[in-house]
């Protein structure tokens, strides 16, 4: 069964940071596009970050460029999200996403399969 699950999310300081997890089973994330979006209440969803399937390239919204961090463990079939400087505005469900489209540059736009989100909370 194609599944996504995040973990790693909870409530932190200003400043401080997080490691999001996002574990892949039925399938290989090497194979597939991944990605890191986030939905805070009254929002849209936003595309955070993503991971190649071709070289592992990542690509990063500018509101998250040198604070956020992606990447990917293929032994662990899992992708991470390593959140540096969280500020009040990061406070949002964050879900991971998965694509099996072959692209060497990565999007933040349509991603096929959906985890189910972990909450993130920034407060002093």
């Known amino acids: 069964q194609f599944q996504l699950v995040e973990s790693g999310g909870g409530l932190v300081q200003p400043g401080g940071s997080l490691r999001l997890s996002c574990v892949g089973s039925g399938f290989n994330i090497d194979y597939y596009l991944i990605a890191w979006f986030r939905q805070a209440p009254g929002k849209e969803r936003e595309g955070l970050a993503c991971?190649?399937?071709?070289?592992?390239?990542?690509n990063y919204a500018s509101s998250v460029k040198g604070r956020f961090t992606i990447s990917k463990d293929s032994a662990k079939n899992t992708v991470y999200l390593q959140m540096n400087n969280l500020k009040p505005e990061d406070t949002a469900v964050y879900h991971c996403a998965a694509d099996p489209t072959v692209a060497r540059v990565c999007g933040l736009e349509d991603y096929e399969y959906w985890g189910q989100g972990t909450r993130v909370a920034v407060s002093p």
């Open positions: 991971i190649n399937n071709v070289d592992g390239a990542a």
